[in-house]
Nanobody
Framework: QVQLVESGGGLVQAGGSLRLSCAAS????????MGWFRQAPGKERMFVAA????????DYAGSVKGRFTISRDNAKKTVYLLMNSLKSEDTAVYYC?????????????????WGKGTLVTVSS
């Protein structure tokens, strides 16, 4: 079965950095758009970033653009999210996502598979 396993979350001070990883199995990884979503306490899950199959196209939520970078390694079946200049409002559970559509559909919330999430806490 398809598994998306996130890692790299934790506690970091405001202004710091973290890199999240998501290892995929059970799917033909290179055929999937990969992305990240997050859900803050008491709020709905929201789109963070997406990357195309080749990695040549990326898209970001406005709130993280310029601070977060998404990348993927198709040989390792892993997608990454490098988060710099973290703010307290970035505190959330971060979910890895995979979809057979395109970057635009994932931006709109279209997701075939979800990971279980990893918690990122940014202290001010």
């Amino acid at each position: 079965q398809v598994q998306l396993v996130e890692s790299g979350g934790g506690l970091v001070q405001a202004g710091g950095s973290l890199r999240l990883s998501c290892a995929a199995s059970g799917l033909t990884y290179s055929t999937y758009i990969m992305g990240w979503f997050r859900q803050a306490p008491g709020k709905e899950r929201m789109f963070v970033a997406a990357i195309s199959r080749s990695g040549s196209i990326t898209d970001y939520a406005g709130s993280v653009k310029g601070r977060f970078t998404i990348s993927r390694d198709n040989a390792k079946k892993t997608v990454y999210l490098l988060m710099n200049s973290l703010k307290s409002e970035d505190t959330a559970v971060y979910y890895c996502a995979a979809d057979l559509g395109n970057v635009a559909t994932m931006t709109s919330g279209g997701v075939d598979y979800w990971g279980k999430g990893t918690l990122v806490t940014v202290s001010s």
